[in-house]
C-alpha cells in the first residue's frame, strides 16, 4: 500500500505547491508531502534500502517546517493583513489591501470577469507608492502569457481583490512587456 501512496501523495503535493495557489494550497502541499515522506520511509524500511529511509526522514523535517510556515506563522500574517483590511473598510479611515495578496491575484474587468492575473507591482523609490503593476494575460500557467504594465490609477484594490474598467481589450492594447526587461517608467 505505501509503495502506491508513496508516488501518488509526492506527485500531488508537487502540484499543489508549484501551482503557487496561495498559502493555504501550499501549506496543505506540504502535509501531503509529509504522507509522502512517510510512506517512502515505509518502503524503504519494508525493502531494507536505507538511502531511501534516511532522506526521507529528513524531507519529513523539511515538511513539517513548510507545514509551519505556510499554515502557521504565513495563516497568522494573513489574519492579521485580512483583519487590518476588513476593520479599514468599518472604520473612517482609508481602505487597506493586503500587499500580500497583490501577486498572484486575478484582476477582474468592468463585467466582474477575470481580464489578467496580477505578476508584480514595481514601487518608487523616491514617493514609496506603485509605480506600474505588471499583469500577465492568456497562456496557461505561464507559457504563451503576454505581460502589459498598468497604471495604479488604472486599478482599484479592495476588499473583493483587484479591479480595472478596462476590459480585455483594452489590456490587450497596451504594449507588451518582456518577462526580462520591464520599463523603468510608464
Not at 496557461?140 to 478596462?166: C, M
Request: proline share 4%; hydrophobic share 45%; with cysteine.
Amino acid at each position: 500500500m505505501a509503495g502506491w501512496i508513496a508516488p501518488a501523495a509526492t506527485m500531488i503535493a508537487a502540484m499543489m505547491t508549484a501551482a503557487n495557489l496561495g498559502a493555504r494550497v501550499t501549506g496543505w502541499g506540504f502535509v501531503v508531502f509529509s504522507v509522502g515522506s512517510v510512506a517512502w520511509t515505509t518502503v524503504g524500511l519494508t525493502s531494507g534500502q536505507t538511502n531511501l529511509v534516511l532522506s526521507n526522514a529528513f524531507l519529513t523535517v523539511v515538511n513539517l517546517v513548510g507545514i509551519w510556515r505556510w499554515l502557521g506563522r504565513q495563516a497568522t500574517y494573513d489574519k492579521g493583513s485580512n483583519a487590518a483590511a476588513d476593520a479599514s473598510a468599518r472604520h473612517p479611515v482609508p481602505s487597506l489591501y493586503p500587499a500580500g495578496g497583490v501577486i498572484g491575484a486575478k484582476l477582474t474587468g468592468p463585467d466582474g470577469e477575470a481580464v489578467g492575473t496580477v505578476v508584480d507591482a514595481m514601487l518608487g523609490c523616491g514617493d514609496n507608492a506603485i509605480a506600474y503593476v505588471v499583469v500577465s494575460t492568456g497562456g496557461v500557467g505561464g507559457v504563451g502569457e503576454t505581460l502589459h504594465a498598468l497604471k495604479p490609477a488604472e486599478l482599484v484594490f479592495g476588499k473583493d481583490g483587484v479591479r480595472t474598467d478596462l476590459d480585455a481589450d483594452a489590456i490587450s492594447r497596451k504594449p507588451v512587456i518582456q518577462s526580462n526587461h520591464w520599463p523603468e517608467s510608464l
